[in-house]
């Protein structure tokens, strides 16, 4: 592992700007998706997709804790001093954890694509049981095609442009193969499946909606499901495009500007932030949730200072906030 080298002034900054601001921001923003979806089940979905979507917060947790935590920290200190351990974490572990996000999102297109054009045949083929054991046999075979590298003698190196450390099999030429195969196999062909199912999903929904309702007003059913699915699938495309366009690049010895190395990274943590936001956005029950624990910190802070001296106003606050409540726990239990 080389973690020589200093970062260039003009990455440093933009890296400190960016990375002070998203690393808090995803941790808490995507916690609060798994807490909200596991206790209160907010996010209006159905058992299998609220599975899924779960599988994806959480290895976008793992991503932050493990890939862009430490970014933040070498970009803070300027070189890498995490050590070689954390290095394999930062390189080949995240590496293991992005190609499942990429199968994972396809599985979640397809499959939404799938009860939109076969909505009984889905609730009879796709158990929540069926989807663990597919979720744990997807994780398994991504992180052991990503590990068997190691056998091979690749190794996990700090790249000073990156501000992480990253494996060498993507570049090297002893590893040809196995580049193609990751770049076109676990990389090309999940995002070209997000598209294409994404499309098949827009496409499919307004003409149902045109359907139902000719003359507008009405909301599709399952509307938030494929707000949700479609708005987190291209934002994930959007963000992962430069730093595709990148791996390629590299494969065919293509030289890149420090520019766009330094955006590429940033396009790539994108969606850690904004996942929670589109979900936020297209559930009602994921406001009304968030609705209801900012009210109660507002409650509870009233409360904190003086109950005698609490205004009408406190006193509604605590009242649309117990109503809050009250109908989020009915809708949990139905």
Request: glycine share 4%; proline share 3%.
């Amino acid at each position: 592992m080389d973690s020589s080298g200093d970062i260039d002034p003009y990455s440093r900054v933009i890296w400190t700007m960016f990375n002070t601001v998203g690393v808090p921001v995803a941790l808490v923003g995507n916690s609060v998706v798994l807490y909200a979806s596991l206790k209160y089940n907010a996010l209006e979905l159905g058992n299998v997709l609220l599975l899924l979507i779960q599988t994806l917060t959480l290895l976008d947790l793992t991503l932050v804790l493990t890939k862009w935590l430490s970014s933040l920290v070498t970009i803070v200190v300027g070189r890498w001093v995490l050590g070689s351990v954390m290095c394999f974490i930062a390189g080949t572990l995240s590496h293991a954890i992005a190609i499942t996000e990429f199968s994972l999102l396809a599985s979640i297109s397809l499959y939404k694509l799938y009860t939109l054009t076969r909505p009984l045949a889905a609730n009879y083929l796709f158990t929540k049981t069926k989807v663990k054991i597919f979720v744990g046999v997807l994780i398994a075979t991504c992180c052991l095609y990503r590990f068997s590298t190691l056998l091979w003698g690749a190794e996990n190196l700090f790249y000073k442009e990156f501000m992480t450390c990253e494996p060498n099999d993507l570049s090297d030429e002893k590893f040809e193969v196995y580049a193609y195969v990751t770049i076109f196999g676990f990389l090309t062909f999940p995002t070209i499946l997000i598209v294409v199912a994404n499309i098949g999903i827009i496409v499919i929904a307004t003409k149902s909606k045109r359907k139902i309702n000719p003359k507008g007003g009405k909301k599709l059913p399952g509307r938030n499901a494929i707000l949700a699915v479609s708005s987190v699938s291209w934002l994930f495309v959007i963000s992962i495009t430069p730093i595709s366009i990148r791996i390629i690049g590299n494969y065919f010895k293509i030289e890149f500007p420090g520019w766009f190395l330094v955006a590429n990274q940033e396009f790539c943590y994108l969606n850690f932030v904004c996942n929670p936001i589109c979900y936020t956005c297209t559930s009602s029950r994921f406001k009304m949730f968030l609705m209801t624990r900012v009210l109660r910190l507002r409650t509870n802070q009233a409360t904190t200072i003086n109950v005698s001296t609490r205004s009408p106003t406190d006193n509604s606050a605590l009242f649309i906030r117990r109503s809050f409540e009250t109908r989020l726990d009915v809708q949990t239990y139905k």
